[in-house]
């Protein structure tokens, strides 16, 4: 059960959007559509962003957006802003009630 | 509203044992999985493992199996993790968090983290 694969860094300047990919493999991403994204301001506990590929839970703008094509999950956050700034990091289902996270991205408005 | 509390920050030394403490309020917490989460010093998050309170059903990540135990007492809403022999390379924030119980397996609530400091 190795991480899901996500780039270390990604940038933008504020209004601008980012997209993170993460990649699995067939036995988590591709197989199930339970992918997770969550953001980490620095110094504080991770916050749910996304759940089931592309869902929204209340409360959190419609800026950020989720998808997945094969065994790759990507987040997008559209119309960046100062606030946005924070390490992100998804996780997929892996079966028999195990899962996997990503190695995380830091996100940088510049 | 859910929440998650944990116990305070530890500090220990190399062989020593430990149990840290994850409080659920707000929610039926024997309906709803728990699961532990490390995160090392300036590293990612890692799923270790998720207990069932209901039952006690447990299953780790190869990566933890033996090297940790997780339960809960669902008596006092309450899971843990524990250590029976500490590594300095436990050293890391530990978070509990809660499965979402619509179906689609995410961790809809943490806990705030519990750092776990173990030097000689």
């Known amino acids: 059960q190795s991480a899901l694969t996500q780039p270390r860094s990604v940038s933008g300047s504020p209004g601008q959007s980012v997209t993170i990919s993460c990649t699995g493999t067939?036995?988590?991403?591709?197989?199930?559509?339970?992918v997770s994204w969550y953001q980490q301001p620095p110094g504080k506990a991770p916050k749910l962003m996304i759940y089931g590929v592309s869902e929204r839970p209340s409360g959190v703008p419609d800026r950020f957006s989720g998808s997945k094509s094969g065994n790759t999950a990507s987040l997008t956050i559209s119309g960046l802003l100062a606030e946005d700034e924070a390490d992100y990091y998804c996780?997929?289902?892996?079966?028999?009630?195990?899962?996997?996270f990503g190695g995380g991205t830091k996100v940088t408005v510049l | 509203e859910v929440q998650l509390v944990q116990s305070g920050a530890e500090v220990k030394k190399p062989g020593e044992s430990l149990k840290i403490s994850c409080q659920g309020f707000g929610y039926s917490f024997p309906s709803y999985w728990i699961g532990w989460v490390r995160q090392m010093p300036g590293k990612g998050l890692e799923w270790m493992g998720i207990v069932y309170p209901s039952d006690s059903d447990t299953r780790y990540s190869p990566s933890f199996q033996g090297q940790v135990t997780i339960s809960a007492d669902k008596s006092i809403t309450t899971a843990y993790l524990q250590w029976s022999s500490l590594k300095a390379s436990d050293t890391a924030i530990y978070y509990c968090?809660?499965?979402?119980?619509?179906?689609?397996?995410?961790?809809?609530?943490w806990g705030q983290g519990t750092l776990v400091t173990v030097s000689s």
């Open positions: 968090v809660r499965l979402s119980g619509d179906g689609y397996n995410s961790y809809d609530s």
């Open positions: 996780c997929s289902y892996a079966g028999s009630y195990t899962w996997v």
């Open positions: 067939s036995s988590d991403v591709g197989a199930y559509k339970y």
